[in-house]
């Protein structure tokens, strides 16, 4: 089942007031000259939208799993408009620009558009990608954008999650408190609400996290254990192992058995191992992305064992003579399956687990940090509880996309100011890195000083308005998930204080909100005219 939520919005261009029977030009201007039709290859964009009465714009990403799950329900209701009720309707489907990853290549271009019976933005015209990722302000994806006959926005709509939807009211609050038979946190709480929901990082819902009397997380999410113990045959038998504690909790690297194998079929002792950083991989040399991943990999691990670095990686899988890293054994089903169920690896790879000498994780983004650290400069990508926005290292890449974050900008300030400001913002970052930590999620809140100027920082300025930098500290939340949110502390005294009362009061909703400004500049470029 796919729920979906519906925005209303208006566009405030003045070219998108004709009417879809004289939108030719229109769609010319918006999506360019040609569009791709899977196995026709590209058509004129004039022809094959003339008479549509709606056209949607569909952003999504190949690599995307939620992109792909949206996928079934969107076609079954696609040839339900138009093959069984007749509607005139069209979708056009755009690989959106979503920062820290690679724009979509030719192959996963044509794999992910011959699921699709509709039209696409060609893969060669990125351009056109940014410009209406931009122009349509997509935060997340999948999301769907339908224009109504005067070209203006009807439905904003993305399958459902919390930011964007109000608060639950009292009605509903109630009607659903009348079918629980256990407790809740009172309605009027919202501040609690929030809290908790940023703390244990709730990507989508429901969710059930599980905690020990020391309010520890046991596992992070039990809503499969309950399908499990209501639906399948065993479930009793798996009831009885409550609490199901989550395998990533316990020591991985006692998980990778005792022996690995070299590229020669030489075996190496897990106790060589001892005092390095290790790589747990899983690939599939089949995967195009995979192939690709490996070569980036292969040249990051050579270029750290050149330079001494205590690193190794263990490949899931003995892929022949030239690997240039470990494996396991061939014949090491069990440890695979169960390192497999610990990250809740996807049918889809490559994923790349970082663990540090003790065996405790450091992150399961290594796909990310290998893509953006290409030199490895930042090994071993350890979390921190306070970044630099101006420095911005690789395994927080993307996050901010994410995650509610905190930053204080001071790039204009002395270097005594600049001090003041760690030290200030420091206990709140360690308070909330510590409970990520003991809840066993990542952090619900990221903090950052901006201590010099960068691209990334330039352009926070320039969409919080914020202006040039002072010798005033400046300090904002940005809540980007909740359709590019953001907060501005109202003051001077950057205090650890004034900082918690300034969480405090976003918690609490008493802070006035605004949005992030679209840089425009490109809008109108052509292409494929």
């Known amino acids: 089942v796919v729920k979906v939520t519906a925005h209303n919005t ?27 039709k899977n196995e026709v290859g590209e058509v004129g964009t004039k022809a094959v939208l003339k008479g549509k009465t709606h056209v949607a714009i ?6 995307s799993g939620s992109c792909k799950q949206f996928l079934l329900p969107l076609v079954q209701v696609y040839k339900k408009l138009t093959e069984e009720k007749g509607k005139s309707f069209e979708i056009v489907y755009v690989p959106a620009t979503v920062p820290g990853r690679p724009p979509e290549d030719e192959a996963a271009f044509k794999e992910v558009t011959s699921m699709m019976p509709w ?25 769907l954008v339908l224009l109504d006959e005067q070209g203006k926005t009807v439905h904003r709509l993305v399958p459902a999650t919390v930011p964007g939807r109000p608060p639950e009211d009292e009605a509903s609050f109630k009607e659903l408190m009348g079918i629980m038979p256990w407790l809740a946190v009172p309605l009027h709480r919202k501040a609690t609400h929030k809290k908790l929901t ?5 990507r989508q819902i429901p969710m059930l996290v599980l905690l020990d009397e020391q309010g520890k997380t046991v596992h ?38 005792e022996t690995f194998l070299k590229g020669d079929m030489s075996e190496v002792a897990i106790n060589e191992l001892e005092g390095k950083y290790i790589g747990i991989l899983f690939s599939a040399t089949w995967h195009w992305q995979c192939r690709r991943f490996s070569q980036m990999l292969e040249y990051l691990y050579e270029k750290l064992k050149g330079e001494g670095k205590q690193f190794e990686i263990i490949d899931m899988d003995y892929s ?23 990250f809740r690896v996807e049918n889809a790879p490559p994923m790349l ?9 450091v992150t399961t983004e290594g796909v990310e940090i290998v893509s953006k650290d290409t030199e490895g400069e930042c090994f071993p990508w350890t979390p921190k509880p306070l970044y630099d926005l101006s420095t911005l290292e690789p395994e927080i890449l993307g996050e901010m996309n994410d995650t509610v974050t905190c930053v204080c900008l001071c790039e204009g300030c002395d270097d005594a100011t600049k001090e ?45 308005e914020l202006g040039e930098p002072s010798n005033v500290p400046q300090l904002v939340i940005l809540d980007i998930p909740d359709s590019g949110a953001y907060y501005v502390f109202d003051g001077e005294n950057i205090s650890t204080e004034n900082v918690q009362m300034f969480i405090e009061d976003y918690d609490e909703e008493r802070l006035e909100r605004k949005e992030l400004q679209e840089d425009e500049e490109g809008e109108g470029e052509g292409e494929g005219q």
């Open 10 to 36: 208006e566009l405030s261009n003045p070219r998108d007031t004709c009417t879809l029977r004289e939108m030719s030009a229109e769609m010319v201007a918006l999506f360019g000259s040609t569009l791709y």
């Open 58 to 63: 569909f952003f999504g990403a190949a690599w």
């Open 119 to 143: 039209l696409a933005i060609p893969v060669h015209r990125k351009a056109t990608h940014k410009k209406l990722t931009r122009r349509f302000q997509v935060r997340q994806i999948p999301m």
């Open 198 to 202: 940023r703390r244990f990082q709730v």
């Open 220 to 257: 992070r999410d039990i809503t499969p254990a309950v399908t499990h113990i209501v639906e399948d045959t065993d479930g009793d038998v798996f009831a009885d192992q409550f609490p199901w504690q989550e395998k990533r909790h316990t020591n991985i690297k006692q998980m990778l058995g």
């Open 320 to 342: 022949g003579p030239d690997m240039p890293w470990l494996a396991l054994p061939q014949n090491a089903c069990d440890v695979k399956q169960k390192l497999g169920e610990a």
């Open 353 to 361: 687990v970082i663990i540090d000498p003790e065996g405790s994780v």
């Open 420 to 464: 003041a400001v760690a030290e200030a913002m420091m206990p709140v970052a360690e308070e909330a890195f510590n409970a990520a930590k003991a809840s066993g999620c990542e952090a619900g809140m990221l903090f950052f000083t901006a201590t010099e100027t960068s691209d990334v920082v330039y352009q926070l300025r320039m969409s919080c």
